[in-house]
């Protein structure tokens, strides 16, 4: 009985783990926009610091990001257990705030371009000067990076949240924490791999193999187009989840690009709700900034 009691008890937990696992895919998938600009942004945050200081810096950073998902994981519980109506209106915010960010990352691109040279130039002119104090910058790229991170893994977390509102409040725990903690180990260690790829590239290319050499050069090219291409997918995902988070919670819309879609057949009927998502999402973004910034510079200008 004994024996047998126990085979009821492994299997009960791998349904389980596998329930957990199942859910976490899912809820990793939906927060692809997110995780992709959180990689992006949170590589960037770490440039222009030295070299020898790239990976405390980042550890520092994974480290204030475990300490924000410890805050946000117990805050959603809360919410989901006290006030469970509240889910869908805040997964619907962390959407509006995907697809403004998408657009005013797209806006900002094209339109302050100049700007941005200007600031990365006299960024790196700063950084050479010998009484920068670096201690002070690395502080405020630290807290800079764990305040970003802490907009992003609320998104994370509420997106999370939204795929198993359903569950029973344990399992939404198990499914929020195994969440947490994959996004930052995966995160976090691969922004530690991106800020060290230039060093390994330079460390090949110094080799005296042919081969060795070629790699690292072929690094050294590749990886400011690693950053760019990173940043790209991160925002067009941005407006994928965020375009299909609104699109969800709005039937008549839902209702209507499913419509559309029936019409077609194979892959083009599999690619038109996404697509569809997509031009939802830069639609919604687009009003979102002429709505918002307006008000954030009048608001600005009121407090000076």
């Known amino acids: 009985m004994a024996g047998s009691s126990l ?3 492994i299997d009960d937990i791998a349904t389980v783990l596998d329930d957990v696992a199942l859910m976490t895919k899912t809820a990793t998938k939906k927060t692809a926009g997110v995780l992709g600009d959180d990689l992006a ?13 790239e990976l ?20 959603a519980l809360a919410i ?37 040279d200007e600031h990365k130039a006299e960024l790196h002119e700063a950084l050479k000067n010998p009484d920068v104090d670096m201690k002070s910058v690395e502080k405020d790229k630290i807290k800079g990076a764990i305040r970003t991170d802490f907009i992003l893994s609320a998104e994370i977390i509420a997106i999370t949240l939204g ?19 994959m996004i930052t180990v995966g995160v976090y260690g691969l922004v530690a791999g991106i800020v060290k790829l230039d060093d390994g590239g330079l460390y090949l290319s110094q080799r005296g193999s042919t081969m060795a050499q070629w790699m690292g050069n072929g690094i050294l090219w590749l990886a400011p187009y690693m950053m760019k291409t990173l940043s790209i997918l991160g925002t067009i995902a941005m407006f994928l989840v965020g375009g299909g988070i609104l699109t969800h919670g709005l039937p008549p819309v839902y209702d209507a690009i499913h419509h559309v879609a029936e019409g077609f057949s194979g892959v083009a009927g599999a690619l038109v709700p996404t697509l569809a998502n997509g031009l ?4 919604a973004g687009a009003l979102l900034v002429a709505i918002i910034t307006p008000l954030l510079k009048w608001w600005e200008a009121r407090s000076a």
Do not use: Y
Request: with cysteine.
């Open 280 to 283: 939802f999402g830069v639609a």
């Open 7 to 9: 085979l009821v008890l």
């Open 41 to 53: 942004l949170n590589a960037q945050q770490v440039t222009g610091v030295k070299p020898a200081r």
């Open 163 to 181: 795929t198993v509102t359903t569950q029973t409040i344990g399992m939404q725990f198990m499914v929020l924490t195994v969440v947490a903690v």
């Open 80 to 116: 989901s257990f006290f006030v469970p109506w509240l889910v869908t209106p805040l997964l619907m915010l962390g959407g509006a705030f995907l697809c403004f960010e998408g657009f005013e990352k797209l806006a900002h691109k094209f339109l302050h371009k100049q700007e941005d």
């Open 56 to 75: 405390p810096v980042v550890w520092a950073v994974a480290k204030g990001s475990m300490i924000n998902k410890a805050i946000l994981v117990p805050a």
